[in-house]
């Protein structure tokens, strides 16, 4: 590797843009080097690039080794692999029926998937480049790539506008829901419930200080569940048999009252005394959709120290607990990876929990949650505006800190009813509703925080080829008119826009760049929980094989007929017979109050402004020739007063 001057197309673009400044900039505002190399500035405008795993060579990393260009010839591209996989019903019939061979085709995935993601990461928070910090620092999201150079001409690099388009208005106009439209891929409500309460184990960005601040432990560690300090999980504790506390109300368990836990749950004076239940996670008061899964896990849990204590008499209340724990935390994996990841992918081929697959290959049990894959998770447009619950529509709003409904139908109605009816379309935009547009709003600006690079550096990133237009991009020709109005250039458009505006795949849940950008990360930090590691993965584990067997045998469908009255049929997709009906639906809701300001005036104690209120001018806004250098530490420590709309 050696520094390298401009070549000539660079250096008349650099030479414009400083003279349209007035002054130098950091040559890798441009992204000079080719496939992901890593650009370092030296003196007198020049840079060198660093290649190494990349695959190529050259001053720019331009220049594909043999190996590289074999491995691309021989390589299906990623549509031809989709349609595959997605078509010939008959042929993955045979294949499923084939356990050898499904083994053999899911490590294929695993070993193809999982490599884009580097462990650890050298990069996290606001590093642009690698210190010991970056390793021992789990206070902070990882990140993929390093952020944009600071003091570029625009926050894109050199491509773009100089001040990017108010988020505001980028909701407004390309993602706000006009009238609700169903998801392609029949994905029905209980699918974004599930996610909602699985993903809020890891993904626990700190408040106040916002991104890239976090407090959780960066995996499946089911603290949603259990709660994320002794404290907590011991005020959750019956002490006595392994056994989590719960109420029971109308023949039904649920989870404990906060009088009898003992801990703190956000907005539990908004909520009747009778309904403040405590969970793990101190959030899941707000709304009684986080509580459906929570209390199914509950359940789940005592139900399995019940067939330990059958099976071991004489184990103390402490091994109890902690087996159960581990068996429900292999069900849950088991549950994400062949159930909702299942349908995420669209696939034909059935994916499987198998973690003896990676025994014997070089592979790390350790995982880091990234920006990247927080920021790509915002699916709230599968929100419909009503839940329709055994006949009745009941609005999204009216069900913050309403466990009525949830209590008083019961598990059977609410599995049924959420089974039966349609989620929303999360990709092409236009599908926000008006009480969660906000957390939309709020990736734009973390985005910008974070100074992430473009959607098409990420693209290249994941393995595939960069858009060359908006018209490629969407099919949607006005929001293709828009989007060049906003952002002038394609290789300007942000990250967090383009992974959700992206045309959709046919018939899947998202578009490509959604799909092959979220796999990596879902799938390493479940194949990377210790408890599917050599050491951990045997029944002893958990309590022998009958505990081992409750793992290997767990679906979603299993979990709901232990622990639901009646065995509801569920799945993440909605029956063959179940239609959308626009002309059957209430009109979204009008004139209430804003569900985001509801939400954060309970959880601060104080009133906040409306989504249209001022913005922080340092999120849109890119501050060019500034002299100020801070510590990347430094910025990795800092507590910074969060933003108003920020949920």
């Known amino acids: 590797m050696k520094p390298c001057k401009p070549t000539l197309l660079f250096s008349v673009l650099l030479t414009i843009i400083n003279s349209s400044y007035g ?13 992901i190399g890593v650009c ?27 190996s590289t260009r074999v491995k691309r010839s021989l390589k299906p591209s990623k549509q031809f692999l989709f349609y595959f996989l997605t078509h010939y019903d008959w042929f993955w019939d045979i294949i499923n029926s084939l356990l050898s061979v499904r083994k053999f085709l899911m490590k294929t ?28 620092n789990k206070s902070v999201y990882a990140r993929t790539l390093p952020p944009v150079p600071e003091n570029c001409p625009t926050p894109m690099g050199v491509k773009g506008p100089k001040v990017l388009p108010d988020p505001l208005i980028v909701a407004k106009k390309l993602f706000a829901r006009d009238k609700f439209e169903p998801c ?6 209980l699918f974004p419930l599930f996610a909602q309460h699985f993903t809020h184990q890891f993904f626990k960005t700190k ?36 056994k989590l506390k719960y109420s029971v109300i109308g023949g039904e368990m649920f989870p404990p009252l906060v009088s009898e836990a003992d801990v703190h749950m956000y907005g539990a004076k908004k909520v009747p005394e009778g309904y403040r239940f405590a969970t793990g996670h101190s959030a899941f008061l707000v709304s009684p959709t986080f509580m459906i899964f929570g209390t199914l896990w509950l359940r ?52 499987l929990y198998d973690p003896e697959l990676l025994h014997g290959m070089s592979f790390s049990y350790h995982n880091q949650v990234h920006i990247e894959f927080q920021l790509l998770y915002r699916w709230h447009s599968l929100v419909p505006d009503y839940f329709k619950i055994d006949g009745d529509d009941v609005s999204v709003r009216s069900l913050l800190f309403n466990h009525s409904a949830f209590v008083d139908r019961g598990m059977e109605t609410l599995m049924r009813s959420f089974s039966k009816q349609l989620a929303g379309k999360v990709q092409g935009g236009r599908n926000q509703g008006r009480d969660t547009i906000a957390v939309l709003i709020q ?111 767990s679906s979603l469908q299993a979990l709901v007929c232990r622990n639901v009255k009646g065995c509801p049929r569920v799945s993440f997709k909605v029956p063959d017979e179940a239609e959308y009906d626009a ?14 300001d509801i939400l954060m005036e309970a959880i601060r104690g104080e009133k906040i402004q409306s989504l249209g209120g001022a913005q922080d001018p340092s999120v849109t806004s890119h501050g060019i020739g500034s002299k100020t250098k801070v510590s990347q530490v430094a910025k990795n420590e800092e507590i910074k007063k969060p933003d108003k709309t920020e949920l």
């Open 23 to 35: 002054e130098s900039y950091d040559p890798c505002c441009s992204f000079p080097c080719k496939n």
């Open 40 to 66: 370092t500035a030296l003196e007198d405008d020049k840079y060198e690039c660093d290649c190494t795993g990349t695959g190529y060579y050259g001053d720019q990393c331009q220049t594909p080794y043999i």
């Open 109 to 136: 995935v695993l070993f193809v998937k999982i490599g884009p993601i580097a462990e650890p990461s050298p990069h996290v928070g606001y590093d642009s480049y690698t210190t010991w910090n970056t390793y021992t």
């Open 184 to 189: 392609s891929a029949r994905t029905n409500v």
């Open 207 to 242: 408040f106040p200080a916002g991104m890239p601040h976090q407090d959780g432990n960066h995996g499946v560690d089911l603290s949603h569940v259990y709660g994320d300090s002794i404290e907590r999980t011991t005020g959750l504790r019956m002490l006595k048999d392994g």
């Open 300 to 351: 789940e849990h005592n139900r399995v120290c019940d067939v330990l204590n059958e099976m071991h008499p004489n184990w103390d209340d402490e091994r109890l607990f902690q087996t159960a724990r581990l068996i429900v935390t292999g069900e849950m994996i088991k549950v994400v990876v062949e159930d909702y990841v299942q349908h995420m992918s669209g696939f034909n081929f059935k994916l």
């Open 443 to 553: 990736g734009i600006k973390d985005g910008r925080k974070m100074r992430m690079q473009s959607f098409n550096q990420y693209r290249v990133k994941f393995g595939m080829a960069p858009i060359k237009s908006f018209d490629e991009f969407t099919n949607d020709v006005a929001m293709a008119r828009d989007l060049k109005e906003m952002y002038g250039d394609i290789d300007a458009l942000e990250f967090v826009v383009g992974i959700y505006l992206q045309k959709p795949r046919p018939h899947g849940m998202f578009g490509e760049s959604m799909a092959e950008t979220g796999a990596p990360y879902s799938l390493k930090g479940l194949y990377g929980n210790p408890i599917g590691s050599p050491g951990w993965w045997k029944p002893s584990t958990f309590g022998g094989q009958k505990g081992f067997d409750i793992i290997k045998t």
């Open 583 to 596: 002309s059957k639906t209430k009109p979204k809701p009008q004139n209430e109050s804003n569900m985001a």
